[in-house]
């Protein structure tokens, strides 16, 4: 609340394995995952259908929304399950893992 509209804040409670803990991610207003991803990997920005996005959190909800493919995971909130178009088992059941087997076996 200090900083307005000059900062983005996400945070969200983890429970992997047993372990607890709180993240808290701040972004400047108009960044994102998805736009990181794109200064990093510029061709991702001219052929996005050529990219998969693997996400759980409304800090992932562009990424999983602009990728060519995008996949929720098991555990993820309702608004990331509905951008995705698969939905893989959670992180403790190897969701990612999952995902990334099923997509290359094609």
């Given at each position: 609340?200090?900083?307005?509209?000059?900062?983005?804040?996400?945070?969200?409670?983890?429970?992997?394995?047993?372990?607890?803990?709180?993240?808290?991610?701040?972004?400047?207003?108009?960044?994102?995952?998805?736009?990181?991803?794109?200064?990093?990997?510029?061709?991702?920005a001219r052929?996005?259908?050529?990219?998969?996005?693997?996400?759980?959190?409304?800090?992932?909800?562009?990424?999983?929304?602009?990728?060519?493919?995008?996949?929720?995971?098991?555990?993820?909130?309702?608004?990331?399950?509905?951008?995705?178009?698969?939905?893989?088992?959670?992180?403790?059941?190897?969701?990612?893992?999952?995902?990334?087997?099923?997509?290359?076996?094609?």
């Amino acid at each position: 609340e200090r900083f307005g509209e000059a900062l983005r804040c996400h945070s969200m409670v983890l429970n992997i394995e047993g372990q607890h803990g709180k993240i808290t991610e701040f972004f400047a207003p108009g960044t994102s995952k998805w736009q990181a991803f794109l200064g990093l990997f510029p061709e991702a920005a001219r052929h996005p259908e050529r990219v998969i996005a693997i996400g759980d959190e409304a800090n992932d909800l562009e990424m999983v929304r602009a990728a060519g493919l995008g996949i929720a995971m098991g555990n993820a909130i309702a608004a990331v399950r509905a951008a995705a178009r698969l939905v893989t088992a959670d992180l403790d059941h190897d969701g990612v893992a999952l995902a990334l087997e099923s997509v290359l076996e094609g």
